[in-house]
């Protein structure tokens, strides 16, 4: 069982910056991929990005100011978040799925994942 937690949600002015991590209680090998969802109020949840098998996917919405990545140790995934803007604001998810299949991964749809962190809330203002 994999555990993943989330940090670095809060509040910020449109146009700001914030990163998120995603710390797992495993090392992530080739054969595994994380991504972040988010989940805005009364909305379904929605992918985000995802890294894995040494590519990197970002949905329509975040292409160009939202970037993926992966430490040295492997065991936590970033996401940076740049040119906020309020319909960003959601909680948003790290998840996790072993082994990864890349071609079954977009669109991004939560059932294709294994595991889920508890998620951290970010909020844009205007």
């Known amino acids: 069982q994999v555990q993943l937690e989330e940090s670095g949600g809060g509040s910020v002015q449109a146009g700001g910056s914030l990163r998120l991590s995603c710390a797992a209680s495993?090392?992530?090998?080739?054969?595994?991929?994380v991504g972040w969802f988010r989940q805005a109020p009364g909305k379904d949840r929605e992918g985000v990005a995802i890294?894995?098998?040494?590519?990197?996917y970002y949905d329509d919405p975040v292409k160009g100011r939202f970037t993926i990545s992966q430490d040295n140790a492997k065991n936590t995934v970033s996401l940076q978040m740049n040119s906020l803007k309020p319909e960003d604001t959601a909680m948003y998810y790290c998840a996790w799925v072993r082994p990864c299949r890349w071609w079954l991964l977009q669109p991004m749809d939560e059932g294709d994942w294994n595991y889920w962190g508890q998620g951290t809330q970010v909020t844009v203002s205007s």
């Open positions: 495993e090392y992530s090998d080739s054969s595994d991929c």
């Open positions: 890294i894995g098998t040494g590519r990197t």
